[in-house]
């Protein structure tokens, strides 16, 4: 498994590279000046169309209303990636990763409208009561509005989207969220995760056998209540907090542009880490730009594209403006991010080889003195890491602690290092990943109250969003082979819901590592497209507010 988490990384590395990551920075802006500031017309326009005023759209094609298509696009947006995803931001790149996610929440909101309004203007509606839309339609027929001659390439570069976009469903859409609940339910309940994973492939398959009309209808409820509940509980975290919020802000924005020492459970960053994490967890989260939500937005029921496209910019506000500064909030204002350890020891353990090149402390729990209880005994184990520093550099070399029949013991994922490593720690870690580390968080407060919050939170938001992406992925496969392997797909995927909780991610890296592997390939074929086509969505978008300035467009 080391060899293809470190193929998969090597992917990512190139595919979601800091030229990628600027140039998909300078698209944003480019829309947003292009629009003239399209942020401010989804804020009021959006907003109104959402509350059903705006225009009367009842007399389009379509399934869907501006309100349903919304949250069935945010089921899938604001999912873990805006607790796990942005926990997993700070945790690895530190505070300044949060600028970044700013950034990119609203450079993201005029990517949103521009991709949206593509996919409403090349839509297929041939069963009006069922359209399909997405990035691989802009392709297949968009392209072709340029010259006839391309529509075969488009075909091709639609088919090369709808493999990316399953391959990114299946991994980020399905596994992330199945194994970020696993983990949480087992953190706190001693669940195997095994059991958490098949639970959630029966669920997630009700829904998604019923179709688009009912994940609306599933998710006009969900995504409401889980984004309320969510954000006032983390706001009380945070006014609870209020005297250190501002040394928070302050971390912010110096973390951004210069180094982040490590300390504690930190191991440390630089710009380069701050940007990165900031800026890939944020896209994940917000999917600006992806080319996800506008299969979603597809289905809404209106006669004018524009209309969906300034609802669509709603969602990287609601989802990386809002929900994800209060994630990335609550885990910097009560420390959880660089925690001191959860047992120390009085004389360091020794570092030995397993095999050349791979190394492990020789540690038994008897060794340590316990903080606190962070070091879980139960049957589901817990993980932990210690801090070394190898080739000058901080890192973490992660285990588990393990308690049966025999009694208790450290599993040791050994570490690869010409050299020996350096314990610079005095002590085992627990590790908190993901929605976990929220959780601690939440649990600073009242203890308990991340216990039961983020554990129905995470089940919630993690559902919403696999049923989203079960849909995306229906899409893709629509595409490529048809309505007719609609339904192996579904049974597949809820197999690789399941499959996600059987022990194969082992931290938080590698569960980063695979959530994000289609992410790059689909960011390679969408922002071309956007680049290419966005002027006939500037186009209709001008043209739009034009006719409703002039009264040609009739408000309700």
């Not at 869907?64 to 945790?91: E, K, N, R």
């Not at 488009?154 to 990316?164: T, Y």
């Not at 606190?372 to 210690?386: E, H, I, R």
Request: net charge neutral; with cysteine.
């Amino acid at each position: 498994m080391e060899a293809l988490f470190a193929v998969l990384d090597a992917i990512n590395g190139v595919l979601l590279s800091v030229p990628v990551l600027l140039a998909l920075l300078a698209i944003g802006l480019l829309f947003t000046i292009w629009s003239g500031f399209s942020q401010y017309r989804s804020l009021t326009h959006g907003v109104a169309l959402v509350a059903g005023h705006g225009i009367d759209t009842s007399h389009g094609p379509g399934a869907l209303t501006h309100f349903q298509a919304l949250t069935a696009a945010m089921s899938g947006t604001v999912g873990l990636g805006a607790i796990a995803g942005m926990a997993i931001a700070v945790d690895f790149g530190g505070p300044g990763a949060v600028f970044w996610m700013w950034v990119v929440g609203l450079v993201g909101m005029a990517l949103k409208t521009t991709e949206v309004t593509l996919s409403l203007l090349f839509r297929d509606t041939q069963d009006p009561e069922n359209p399909h839309g997405g990035a691989m339609y802009v392709a297949r027929d968009g392209l072709a509005t340029i010259s006839p001659k391309l529509k075969p390439f488009g075909r091709i570069v639609g088919g090369l989207f709808a493999v990316s976009l399953m391959l990114f469903a299946f991994t980020g859409g399905n596994m992330f969220q199945t194994w970020s609940v696993a983990d949480t339910t087992r953190e706190y309940f001693g669940v195997p995760t095994w059991i958490t994973g098949v639970i959630l492939a029966v669920c997630a398959g009700a829904v998604i056998l019923g179709g688009i009309k009912r994940i609306g209808n599933v998710t006009k409820t969900l995504v409401p209540f889980k984004c309320g509940v969510y954000v006032l509980c983390g706001l009380y975290v945070i006014i609870t907090h209020a005297d250190a919020l501002p040394e928070c802000f302050r971390m912010i924005f110096a973390g951004a542009f210069s180094k982040t020492d490590g300390v504690g459970a930190f191991t440390g960053g630089t710009l380069g880490t701050a940007f990165m994490w900031g800026m890939k967890r944020a896209l994940f989260s917000s999917e600006s730009g992806l080319g996800t939500a506008p299969i979603a937005h597809a289905a809404v029921k209106t006669p004018e594209p524009v209309t969906e496209g300034v609802v669509a910019g709603l969602e990287p506000f609601i989802d990386t403006i809002f929900v994800c500064t209060v994630t990335g909030l609550v885990v910097l204002i009560t420390g959880v991010w660089n925690r001191p350890p959860a047992a120390t020891w009085q004389e360091p353990p020794a570092l030995v080889q397993t095999a050349p090149g791979h190394w492990q402390p020789q540690l038994q729990p008897q060794q340590l003195e316990l903080r606190d209880n962070s070091l879980k005994t139960n049957t589901a184990g817990s993980p932990v890491f210690v801090v070394v520093e190898r080739g000058g550099e901080r890192t973490r070399l992660y285990g588990s602690y393990n308690t049966d029949s025999s009694g208790s013991r450290f599993d040791w994922q050994p570490l690869a290092s010409v050299e020996m490593p350096k314990l610079v720690e005095p002590g085992v870690f627990a590790d908190f990943r993901g929605s976990t580390l929220v959780a601690k968080g939440f649990d600073t407060v009242h203890d308990g109250l991340g216990r039961w919050l983020i554990t129905i939170a995470v089940w919630v938001f993690g559902l919403s969003c696999i049923i989203s992406y079960g849909y995306y992925g229906e899409q893709g496969v629509i595409y490529l082979f048809g309505e007719r392997a609609v339904t192996p797909f579904r049974w597949l995927w809820c197999v690789a819901a399941a499959a996600a909780c059987f022990g194969f991610i082992k931290t938080s890296g590698q569960l980063d590592t695979i959530s994000t592997i289609g992410m790059g390939f689909m960011y390679a074929i969408n922002l071309p497209l956007l680049l290419i086509l966005g002027s006939r969505a500037m186009r209709s978008y001008h043209s739009y507010f034009r006719r409703l300035k002039s009264g040609e467009i009739a408000l309700k």
